[in-house]
Nanobody
Framework: QVQLVESGGGLVQAGDSLRLSCAAS????????MGWFRQAPGKEREFVAA????????NYADSVKGRFTISRDIAKNTVYLQMNSLKPEDTAVYYC????????????WGQGTQVTVSS
């Protein structure tokens, strides 16, 4: 089992920045990748960004490219999401998740942290 705890959400104005953190504990040696997803009210959950745990390669949703940066601290088993130039449409609950192999879905999920961007 892997436990994930997100933090760093809040209420900000458009154009501001926030940094989300997600600390993993438990069977973290099985981590293949970690990702961030978000779900806005009335919408389906959507992919935001992911990072391969060992290689460090990253990929992003088109809607956040150039504004968001995902990074990780292997020693701390923590993944971060630096969010700059926030827009009202970024308002959502943000979840981090762990993928344990290249052939698996995201197997473990955090409880989510609310990000609200006012215009």
């Amino acid at each position: 089992q892997v436990q994930l705890v997100e933090s760093g959400g809040g209420l900000v104005q458009a154009g501001d920045s926030l940094r989300l953190s997600c600390a993993a504990s438990g069977r973290t040696f099985s981590t293949y990748a970690m990702g961030w997803f978000r779900q806005a009210p009335g919408k389906e959950r959507e992919f935001v960004a992911a990072i391969r745990w060992s290689a460090g390669s990253r990929n992003y949703a088109d809607s956040v490219k150039g504004r968001f940066t995902i990074s990780r601290d292997i020693a701390k088993n923590t993944v971060y999401l630096q969010m700059n130039s926030l827009k009202p449409e970024d308002t959502a609950v943000y979840y981090c998740a762990v993928q344990t192999s290249s052939n698996s879905r995201y197997d473990y999920w955090g409880q989510g942290t609310q990000v609200t961007v006012s215009s």
